[in-house]
Each structure stands twice: as structure tokens, then as C-alpha cells.
């Protein structure tokens, strides 16, 4: 499979692609039992608000820099990766809400195959 960047895609196809996505995900979220953002920062905060608003319930938080679960983020639980792999139910929906979407991807990546 080639993946473009969506700067070298027609503007047709950039908005197909989007339109795409935007249906994906609200399908995964509309059949997910418990969602967790994958990254406590600002686009984490801003994704928690979306999510809200569209009547979403977000259990937790996920982030590198956590060290332990002690710690809250919007008033949600912030919990480390490795912590996180033993504790969220299975079949929760991780929603990234990093830049570096990679990492996140190698993280749960990992946790499938351990």
C-alpha cells in the first residue's frame, strides 16, 4: 500500500480521504464499550472536549510521562503505557491525540505481541 501525504493528493481526493477517516472513526467510537486518549497534553485535552460534546465517556488517559496512576488530567486517570497494557478492559478504543502518532502506534503494536 503507497501513502501519500495529504498536501500531494488532489483536493477531491484530500477531501475524500478525510470524509473517510471521519466515518471510520466515528463508527469505531459509536461500537467502543470504553475509549482511552493515548497522549495527556493539549490536543489530548481538546480531543477529551470533542468527545464530550459528541456524548462520548473517555475512561483514562495514556502518557509516556506518567509515572504511576496517582496522577489525574481533567479529571480522568493518567496511566503509564506499561501499566495501562495490564488494567484497560480489552476491548477498548485508544484515541491518539499525539503528533507523533508513530510512537503511540509502536506502543500498542507491542502490547499485541507480548
Same mark, same amino acid.
Do not use: R
Given at each position: 500500500m503507497v501513502i501519500k501525504k495529504l498536501e500531494e493528493m488532489p483536493i477531491k481526493n484530500m477531501i475524500e480521504t478525510r470524509e473517510m477517516i471521519r466515518k471510520n472513526m466515528e463508527n469505531e467510537l459509536q461500537e467502543a464499550s470504553d475509549i482511552a486518549i493515548y497522549g495527556a497534553g493539549n490536543v489530548g485535552k481538546d480531543l477529551l472536549e470533542v468527545l464530550h460534546k459528541k456524548g462520548y465517556s473517555v @475512561?483514562?488517559? @495514556?502518557? &509516556? &510521562?506518567?509515572?504511576?496512576? !496517582? =496522577?489525574?488530567? $481533567? %479529571?480522568? =486517570?493518567?496511566?503509564?503505557?506499561?501499566?495501562? &497494557? %495490564? &488494567?484497560?478492559? $480489552?476491548? *477498548?478504543?485508544?484515541?491518539?491525540?499525539?503528533?507523533?502518532?508513530?510512537? !503511540? !502506534?509502536?506502543? @500498542? *503494536?507491542?502490547?499485541?505481541?507480548?
Open positions: @475512561i483514562n488517559f @495514556i502518557d &509516556k &510521562k506518567s509515572k504511576d496512576n !496517582a =496522577q489525574e488530567y $481533567c %479529571g480522568l =486517570q493518567v496511566m503509564s503505557p506499561n501499566l495501562a &497494557k %495490564g &488494567k484497560l478492559p $480489552c476491548n *477498548t478504543l485508544i484515541v491518539v491525540a499525539m503528533y507523533d502518532v508513530a510512537e !503511540a !502506534a509502536a506502543v @500498542i *503494536t507491542e502490547w499485541n505481541h507480548s
